[in-house]
């Protein structure tokens, strides 16, 4: 079942494109990581998803319902979490968090004692002594309380420490592993690979790709290292699937996709000291779709 299906999902402010014929679906109990940088249309297409903003064409579902139709109804069933975050300054978290509660007609009182405990959030601070990290953690209390089945997350870790970044993806683990259906955008390659099952990579307003996480990083690219005995000669590897390709004296480096069989016999006439065959981070595969 998906839970989050768009199709041909499209939002233009003016004559500014903020995305274009999206078209996506996330499947019931993964994570799907939604990446690209700052101005790609991620938070565009999440208040699209919210129902924030009406889309210029297209649609979109969550839950099998339309967002605009059946918005407010859906909304008791998501949690979400901007990327900022701006609450009643001279209310204590408590309250705050109590507050948000009343709204899902159910006593949360239990899953926030939780959730503070495990981010080390002061219940009993008033919103305006709070730190920038402080008030993301508030953020995803709020967002969490009230056990939702579809968690939304727009850039969550900013401001979090280290330490806080690393209890926040173990509890996003384990609400997964209990079911939740969890939608991660962020410009951060390294949280996407972290916990991600696919990725949809979106540019400039349009997706441009979405497949399986190990897809992407075990069966499309490889990473190559080599050293030669003398000076390497670069226009060896002027064939196609090689990308990302720097030769200084007697180093190679690479990235290749493509028949391994071919690159094994150009890499054969080469008279080598040593070589390395990786895997690629999610950062080298990103920066290919954008170059």
């Keep these: 079942m998906d839970i989050i299906e768009t199709k041909n ?20 109990g993964e994570i799907l990581g939604f990446i690209g940088p700052n101005g790609a249309g991620k938070s565009t297409t999440i208040r699209l998803l919210l129902s924030l903003i009406y889309p210029t064409s297209g649609s979109a579902t969550i839950f099998g319902k339309d967002v605009i139709k059946y918005g407010p109804e859906i909304k008791r069933q998501i949690g979400y ?14 309250e705050l968090l109590d507050y948000s509660a009343s709204f899902y007609g ?5 899953r926030i004692k939780e959730l503070s405990g495990l981010l080390k959030l002061d219940l009993t ?16 209390v709020q967002g969490l309380l009230h056990d939702p089945d579809l968690i939304i997350l727009d850039e969550p870790t900013g401001g979090l420490d280290p330490l ?12 997964n592993r209990a079911g939740k259906t969890i939608f991660f955008s962020s410009h951060i390659l390294s949280e996407v ?11 400039e307003g349009t997706l441009i790709n979405i497949e399986s996480m190990e ?5 499309n690219y490889k990473r190559i290292h080599l050293t030669t005995a003398k000076k390497a000669e670069g226009k060896l590897f ?8 720097k030769v200084e004296k007697n180093q190679v480096s690479l990235l290749y996709k493509g028949d391994v069989n071919t690159i094994s016999r150009i890499i054969a006439q080469m008279d080598l000291v040593d070589f390395m065959v990786g895997e690629p981070d999610l950062e080298e595969i990103f920066m290919h779709y954008y170059t």
Excluded: W
């Design 81 to 94: 979490m901007p990327s900022e975050v701006f609450y009643y300054e001279n209310m204590r978290v408590q």
């Design 193 to 203: 690979q972290k916990i991600c099952d696919r990725v949809a990579i979106i540019r």
């Design 215 to 219: 897809h992407l990083l075990q069966n």
């Design 9 to 28: 999902l499209t939002k233009f402010y003016g004559s500014s494109k903020g995305i274009e014929d999206l078209s996506l679906n996330v499947k019931e």
């Design 238 to 245: 002027d064939i196609p699937g090689v990308s990302d390709l």
């Design 125 to 140: 601070k008033k919103i305006d002594d709070l730190s920038y990290g402080n008030k993301k953690k508030v953020g995803i």
């Design 164 to 175: 806080m970044q690393k209890n926040f993806f173990e509890l996003l683990k384990e609400e």
């Design 106 to 110: 159910k006593d949360c009182s239990k």
